[in-house]
């Protein structure tokens, strides 16, 4: 009898297939983790191979063949896909969506990878002495890198700054030759040099010192850094990095946004003499190929990157590190919904090692995973590099002279910041789409009578609706509180802004830094060359700013409309708007030169916003989540979201009532779980297709676990399923 393949296939179907091996193969020996190529129904399918077993549940005759095995050794090695398999039961999708998710986009073909050009040194290269390239410094660098390295790739070389004329040189001098290498030759064995610290670190200051004392290497433990902008979390990583390599081990460094993988790459090339590799979009297919193979050999002893990398195979995985361990990005908001940070911890857990979580603004379940013990708390409370903490002014705009959008004062901050020739940064809330209904005139803000909540704006029909009770009300034609007429949506207007300050500023430059303007490959990286260069300019932008980058030469920080998220009918708002505001205020005065940072506020009273601008975030966030308790919302409870859409918004209503159905005669509504919906999305209508949403809340996670599991088998069943498009969401992040 011929072994049995049990494949995971990237479909929506949630179970395995059997499959028998290729013609000829029976004996063949397969493991797990390596790729088949496989027919299904009319198609063929990249698959990988889970187990092998000497029998299947279906008639033998009735199985059908592999037609190929794409690999001769395992691609995904066992820990990858008991991570993966974590992960599908955890999130709720198929095991074979999980694994494909978790290759590089070129190993979800069967096409055979294409060669590359990798150099090493001739005999009489290697012959020379070790500073002998000396009066040619790009020449000799590469003599210093092929001696470290063995062989290097074309596009690790161009990494450090060398171009093919260089390379040319010294072949035409036979010194260096070239090859065509397949990415599977990775038999270099791996060399870890003596002084592997190609600079000298900083000397901790006592608290980095206390921090990594606490650090213990050979067990699983989260430890969440926390610390300001500037406070030194990087060098605390650096130094937890350098131990690492040394005892012979491999790091991974997840990074929230590809944008800031760069910057941490430069870093830490500059601190390290071993080799780096980047895994994130916008490395070239290949190229990514190539760096998931060397970390997968063991060759590449840090791996940078962002979400996708935390599946990265690394046989000698020692730390990983989780930088800005708040931002949504290590979420994943299609596909396969999983958060990066909690399989990151999974996967520390698994493989006995430390994780290491930091961030200026940790999350609301970071946090309270410190207060149960669960995640140690280091702390880091001064700025090391000396730079000040900047001052906070708050701009009442119900009394400020403004246009709609920019106050008269803020107005002149920015132009005296230009005049002494400094840079200003103007940052626009636009996270929770969906606004809250304000009056510009006294600040009234719609809210629901029921809870203390504040409405959402929707448009579809012109309604308002609050995302905590469901009560819906008609969109007023003045403002209840001094009978203005003019209310507007909070967060409206701040599209202008870029046009407006180009208007009152035009001879300043004014760069827009959003999604779409960083989406070019290094477009970060130019924009931080230009503002390096210091001349004085505004940059206007969104969420992109509150990210970790540097920008030494700003000195004014602007937020606008950035209570919206006080008033956003996802509960997290808050939340968020702490993030951003403390995020955004770390982005200026982080050089030499003092900050300001001025906050535009309709709400200057606001009791949350008051704590976080007297007491801090530390406090700010722990009465957020006395709140989260009393609401009965994450992290104290477990939440998933089923979420439908579809051009007739009745189908997607339809969906998640049966859902709701079927939930109900499963685990009826009780005060340790709830139901909230079918409710519409924030963002009610996207590209033609109404949205809607269903709730579920657990005082136990099992419970909410288990639960999911049987609605979604019922689920499947049911006709209106095909009709809409539908997903599972488990720890929401982002509700619109
Ligand atoms: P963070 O990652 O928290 O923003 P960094 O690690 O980047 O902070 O540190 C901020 C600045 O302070 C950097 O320029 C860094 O080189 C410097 N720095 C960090 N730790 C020390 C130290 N122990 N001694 C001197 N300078 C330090
Ligand atoms: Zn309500
Ligand atoms: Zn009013």
């Known amino acids: 009898m011929p072994p049995i393949l049990i494949v995971a296939l990237p479909t929506p179907l949630r179970r395995l297939f059997d499959y028998l091996p290729p013609e000829g193969n029976e004996t063949l020996s397969i493991l797990p983790g390596t790729r088949v190529e496989v027919p299904f129904g009319s198609q063929t399918l990249v698959g990988i191979v889970v187990k092998v077993a000497q029998s299947s549940d279906y008639p033998i005759e009735k199985l059908r063949r592999a037609s190929a095995i794409l690999d001769n050794q395992p691609k995904l090695t066992d820990d990858i896909i008991g991570l993966c398999q974590w992960a599908a039961d955890y999130y709720q999708y198929p095991l074979g969506e999980v694994l494909h998710a978790a290759l590089p986009t070129l190993l979800r073909k069967s096409d055979p990878l294409p060669t590359v050009t990798s150099w090493a040194h001739t005999t009489a290269g290697k012959g020379l002495p070790a500073t002998g390239l000396k009066r040619s410094p790009k020449q000799q660098l590469v003599h210093q890198l092929l001696l470290e390295h063995g062989q290097l790739r074309d596009s690790q070389l161009r990494e450090h700054g060398i171009s093919s004329s260089v390379l040319l040189a010294m072949e035409e001098k036979g010194l260096v030759a070239r090859q065509q290498v397949s990415l599977y030759d990775n ?292 403002c209840p509180s001094c009978l203005h007429p003019d209310l507007t949506a909070l967060g409206q207007g701040t599209q202008r802004c870029a046009s407006l300050l180009e208007q009152y500023f035009p001879d300043t430059e004014v760069l827009r830094v959003d999604q779409d303007s960083m989406r070019r490959k290094n477009a970060m990286g130019e924009l931080s060359e230009k503002l390096a260069q210091g001349n004085p300019c505004i940059l206007v932008g969104t969420q992109m700013l509150a990210k970790g980058h540097h920008f030494p030469k700003v000195t004014l920080a602007v937020l606008l409309d950035i209570d919206q998220g006080l008033f956003s009918g996802d509960f997290r708002g808050p939340e968020r708007m702490g993030q951003q505001l403390i995020q955004v205020a770390g982005r200026a005065g982080r050089g030499h030169l003092p900050g300001k940072v001025l906050l535009q506020t309709y709400q200057p009273d606001h009791p949350l916003l008051q704590l976080l601008l007297a007491q801090g975030y530390g406090a700010f966030a722990r009465e957020l989540l006395r709140e989260r308790a009393l609401t009965r919302m994450p992290p104290i409870w477990a939440m998933a979201l089923l979420r439908a859409e579809s051009k007739r918004p009745e189908n997607a209503v339809n969906f998640l009532q049966a859902a709701l159905k079927i939930a109900h005669n499963l685990r009826p509504p009780s005060p340790d779980h709830a139901y909230l919906g079918p409710l519409p999305a924030l963002m009610e209508k996207r590209n033609h297709r109404y949205r809607y949403q269903l709730q579920i809340t657990s005082a136990r996670r099992t419970d909410l676990q288990q639960l999911l599991k049987s609605v979604i088998e019922e689920l499947e069943k049911t006709a209106l399923a095909q009709r809409v498009r539908w997903s599972v969401d488990v720890d929401p992040q982002d509700m619109s």
């Not at 979400?307 to 690394?314: E, H, I, K, S």
Request: proline content about 6%.
């Open 187 to 478: 038999h270099n064995p791996v060399v870890i040099p003596d002084t592997l610290l190609a600079e000298a670190p900083q000397i901790p200051n006592p608290e980095q010192q206390a921090a990594l004392e606490q650090i213990r290497y050979h067990q699983y433990q989260t430890y969440l850094l926390e610390g300001a902008t500037g406070s030194g979390k990087t060098e605390v990583y650096l130094h937890a990095i350098a131990r690492t390599l040394q005892a012979g081990r491999q790091v991974l460094m997840l990074v929230p946004e590809i944008g800031l993988a760069p910057q941490t790459l430069q870093r830490f090339q500059r601190r390290f003499k071993l080799p780096i590799v980047q895994l994130h979009s916008s490395v070239a297919e290949l190229e990514r190929a190539q760096n998931w193979h060397d970390a997968a050999s063991g060759k590449a002893r840090i791996v940078i990157g962002t979400r996708l990398a935390v599946f990265t195979p690394m046989p000698d995985l020692g730390l990983i590190i989780l930088d800005e361990e708040h931002d949504l990005s290590f979420k994943q908001q299609d596909g396969v919904r999983y958060s990066a940070r909690d399989v990151a911890v999974m996967r520390a857990f698994k493989a006995s090692i430390p994780l290491l979580l930091g961030s200026a603004t940790p999350s609301l379940e970071s946090l309270h995973n410190t207060l149960k013990n669960r995640y140690q708390h280091l702390v880091l409370t001064q700025r090391a590099g000396g730079a000040q903490t900047p001052e906070i002014e708050v701009l009442d705009m119900r009394k400020e002279e403004n246009d709609g959008v920019l106050a008269k004062s803020t107005l002149e901050d920015i132009r005296r910041t230009l005049a002494r020739g400094e840079q200003v940064l103007v940052f626009i809330n636009r996270r929770g789409y969906a606004p809250a209904l304000l009056c510009r005139h006294c600040g009234w803000v719609a809210s629901c009578t029921a809870c203390a909540a504040r409405m959402t704006l929707h448009s579809h029909p012109p309604h308002l609706r609050c995302h905590h009770c469901d009560q819906q009300k008609p969109v007023p034609s003045q």
